[in-house]
């Protein structure tokens, strides 16, 4: 089994307060977790406004499988956001 993990820095320039920032998220994690059964979480910068930081985590079979999972969520991510993505970490570990 491989835990594939991301992290996804995204640039909300539009984002005037934390209240902002929380809706994006959010609406982000609520569709991420829906469609792909993935975990998501805000992983740091909490106390910047216009700066989202999200961890992505997935369980997979092998390494082709893994891939396709965060290639899929990247995607999902760029499609359906007008946040500008400034980053993007991924690491795929063995259990």
């Given at each position: 089994?491989?835990?594939?993990?991301?992290?996804?820095?995204?640039?909300?320039?539009?984002a005037g307060s934390l209240k902002d920032k929380r809706m994006e998220r959010r609406?982000?994690?609520?569709?991420?977790?829906?469609?792909?059964?993935?975990?998501?979480?805000?992983?740091?910068e909490q106390e910047l406004h216009q700066v989202l930081v999200l961890g992505v985590?997935?369980?997979?079979?092998?390494?082709?499988?893994?891939?396709?999972?965060?290639?899929?969520?990247?995607?999902?991510?760029?499609?359906?956001?007008?946040?500008?993505?400034?980053?993007?970490?991924?690491?795929?570990?063995?259990?």
């Amino acid at each position: 089994m491989l835990v594939a993990v991301m992290e996804i820095r995204l640039f909300l320039p539009w984002a005037g307060s934390l209240k902002d920032k929380r809706m994006e998220r959010r609406s982000l994690s609520d569709k991420l977790r829906g469609r792909f059964n993935v975990s998501v979480a805000e992983v740091d910068e909490q106390e910047l406004h216009q700066v989202l930081v999200l961890g992505v985590a997935a369980a997979a079979g092998d390494d082709a499988q893994a891939d396709s999972i965060l290639d899929h969520v990247l995607r999902f991510v760029q499609g359906n956001t007008e946040a500008e993505i400034t980053g993007v970490y991924r690491e795929k570990m063995r259990c």
